[in-house]
């Protein structure tokens, strides 16, 4: 079976739409950062050369220092589907960086975001 063209695509490509629909909503470039991290455990030098290097979403999913443990407390609607139900670990990685940003755009209380 191929592979969902976003695993493909660089992340870098990607991230500057996550920090305008924060930006739009009052939020920081830095929020978003530290959203990435929580999930991740990325370091600010590290995701500058994820970014430098365009590095697709698989490998910066398998390539990233810690997944959160509490990662799997992100639950809710993204895209039409429940992150929580995501089969694809794969995926359900994206969905999860997908619904934290949302969730920073509609204003949501940052520890409430990071699940504290």
Request: charged content about 30%.
């Amino acid at each position: 079976m191929a592979k969902h063209r976003i695993y493909t695509m660089s992340f870098a490509s990607v991230y500057p739409h996550y920090i305008a629909k924060a930006e739009k909503k009052g939020r920081t470039q830095q929020e978003v950062h530290e959203v990435i991290k929580w999930l991740t455990g990325y370091n600010e030098e590290q995701l500058q050369q994820v970014l430098e290097k365009k590095t697709n979403f698989e490998d910066f999913f398998d390539q990233a220092p810690e997944m959160n443990p509490n990662a799997s407390k992100i639950t809710g609607v993204i895209c039409g589907y429940r992150v929580e139900d995501i089969e694809d670990p794969l995926m359900q990685k994206v969905r999860y960086l997908d619904k934290m940003i949302d969730e920073l755009a509609k204003g949501r209380k940052m520890e409430k975001i990071l699940r504290t």
